[in-house]
């Protein structure tokens, strides 16, 4: 069994960045594929980014694509998502999840989650 703990959240003004941390225990976390998920009140779980066990290849949302990195530290058991130039469209609760295997942009596809922070971008 994998637990997740996320941090790093919080308030931001638009323009400005935050990065969020993962940190993973209970499971071999070299061998998992990791992602970040956002959700909205009322609204579906979206994709952010992903990126394979061994850090080499890595996917990202349309929306996040060129502001954002994920990356991560196996030594460490940590996933992080440094996240610039925000906006105030990227306001959510943002998961990290944890699958073996490779990276996915499907929520469904992943068997481990974090209990989520939030991110707030005013404008």
């Known amino acids: 069994q994998v637990q997740l703990v996320e941090s790093g959240g919080g308030l931001v003004q638009a323009g400005g960045s935050l990065r969020l941390s993962c940190a993973a225990s209970?499971?071999?976390?070299?061998?998992?594929?990791m992602g970040w998920f956002r959700q909205d009140p009322g609204k579906e779980r979206g994709f952010v980014a992903a990126?394979?066990?061994?850090?080499?290849?890595?996917y990202y949302g349309d929306s996040v694509k060129g502001r954002f990195t994920i990356s991560r530290d196996n030594a460490k058991n940590t996933v992080f998502l440094q996240m610039n130039s925000l906006k105030p469209e990227d306001t959510a609760v943002y998961y990290c999840?944890?699958?073996?295997?490779?990276?996915?942009?499907?929520?469904?596809?992943?068997?481990?989650w974090g209990q989520g922070i939030q991110v707030t971008v005013s404008s």
């Open positions: 999840a944890a699958r073996p295997g490779a990276g996915s942009s499907r929520y469904g596809e992943y068997d481990y």
């Open positions: 990126i394979s066990w061994r850090g080499t290849v890595t």
């Open positions: 209970g499971g071999t976390f070299s061998t998992y594929a």
